[in-house]
């Protein structure tokens, strides 16, 4: 056995052809469960038709800073994280080595305490990000209020963070090398079981929900399009969302009986019919293409290498700081790696979600017939959310969800031109 504090030359290799292994399959999964309309190639936009310069200005000094903001927090967590998994604080240390007879409590006060540790020093950031939100006028919330849901965020993060290492930990206690076959179906499930309760159980912990009234106006558009489109769509939620934001924002959410579409507040009182209908209508192409369960099959396809590799990356750590790969001093190693594994796994998976947004892009304009509204759509959300239209190629490839604002815009201008429609004159300013 290797001494404390060195890494073999072989662990090195399996730790590189572990991530190897790991992104290929994701990318494979993209490839795999990318949707199989083919929507038109957007054509090239002039940012400067759609917005003035002063918005431009405005919105790529707060989206630029935010950025940095949400890198610096990534670089904090990252530092802490390490910290911990080499076995520093001493203190912290050795209490998880005092909890080695009680593996399953002294795992669960690891995850915990983890979580409270990295949203502490996290925490200057956040509130300078919230802060600038705040300044632009995007976030409505005060100080007390904000730490309110930030305090509940951490709790319920930390309550599933106990839960999970918990099961980590007795999956390694009884399978020391092959934890992550067996981890692979408790991940799949976990994230089953989140998907179906949340939306019932976590979601209203911030927000308040409520059936839209079956005579309202939103409401029966939404029940039009579905019956047009022919998708069961479950319930349709309004949420209080403008409690906390002045941004604009529709969803899908949940599995089975907990399935619904969650229109934000401001959304119905600002949105001029065409746009909701185009909103909705692209809401409904996420239930038609079942685009919920396709993100839980990209989780079911790279979870057996993600946590092959993360079990390569906590081995490696724990034998740098001499824990015990089966005791809660191993812990931070295991959740250092698995965020490590979800960071890298969120690049392809937000390639996917690229393409699955700009699918129900597409669905909406063949749903409505009106690429005219999504343009304006597009328009007035990135000018509301205080989005850049066109962010740099890195970041946009790295966490970005949705296609940009521009490669929108240009989406909707090539199926006008195919259908030989009119629309896409610049929007009024």
Do not use: C
């Amino acid at each position: 056995m290797s001494k404390a504090g060195s890494l073999p030359r072989s662990a090195a290799i399996r730790i590189g052809v572990a991530t190897v292994a790991m992104i290929v399959v994701a990318e494979l999964a993209v490839w795999l469960l990318a949707p199989g309309d083919a929507p038109p190639s957007p054509l090239p936009v002039d940012e400067g038709d759609y917005f003035s310069a002063a918005e431009l200005e405005r919105a790529q000094d707060y989206r630029g800073g935010q950025a940095l903001l949400l890198i610096g927090a990534l670089v904090i967590e990252g530092v802490v994280l390490v910290a911990i998994a080499l076995g520093h604080p001493r203190f912290f240390r050795r209490a998880l080595d005092r909890l080695a007879n009680r593996p399953l409590r002294g795992a669960a006060l690891a995850g915990g305490a983890i979580i409270v540790a990295t949203a502490l020093a996290t925490l200057p950031v956040s509130i300078w990000s919230h802060e600038r939100a705040v300044d632009v006028g995007l976030s409505t919330q005060s100080l007390d209020a904000w730490f309110a849901d930030v305090a509940k965020a951490v709790a319920i993060t930390a309550v599933m963070a106990a839960i999970g290492t918990v099961l980590l930990v007795a999956l390694v206690r009884r399978a020391p090398r092959r934890w992550w076959i067996p981890g692979t179906g408790a991940v799949v499930a976990l994230a089953a079981l989140v998907t179906w309760i949340g939306p019932v159980l976590l979601a209203p912990v911030f927000n308040r929900f409520e059936p839209l009234p079956a005579d309202s106006a939103a409401r029966q558009e939404v029940v039009s399009l579905a019956d047009r489109a022919g998708v069961e769509i479950g319930e349709v939620y309004v949420i209080d969302a403008s409690r906390r934001s002045t941004a604009l924002n529709a969803y899908v959410d949940g599995i089975g009986s907990s399935k619904r579409v969650v229109l934000y507040d401001n959304l119905i009182e600002s949105a001029r019919r065409p746009e909701l209908r185009s909103i909705v209508a692209h809401e409904l192409g996420h239930v038609e293409h079942a685009d919920i369960r396709r993100g839980l099959l990209f989780v079911a396809i790279v979870a057996p290498l993600g946590l092959l590799f993360s079990r390569e990356v906590a081995l490696a750590f724990t034998r740098r700081s001499g824990a015990d790969p089966r005791t809660p001093a191993a812990v931070p190693a295991y959740v250092l790696a698995l965020t490590l594994a979800t960071f890298l796994l969120n690049i392809p998976g937000n390639q996917l979600s690229r393409k699955i947004e700009a699918s129900a892009d597409h669905f909406a304009i063949e749903l409505t017939g009106d690429p005219q509204a999504l343009i304006d759509v597009q328009v007035q959300l990135a000018r509301t959310n205080v989005s850049d239209p066109d962010p740099p190629d890195l970041l946009r490839a790295v966490f970005a969800t949705h296609p940009s604002t521009v490669e929108r815009i240009g989406a909707a201008l090539a199926y006008s031109e195919a259908i030989g429609n009119t629309a896409g004159g610049a929007a009024d300013r």
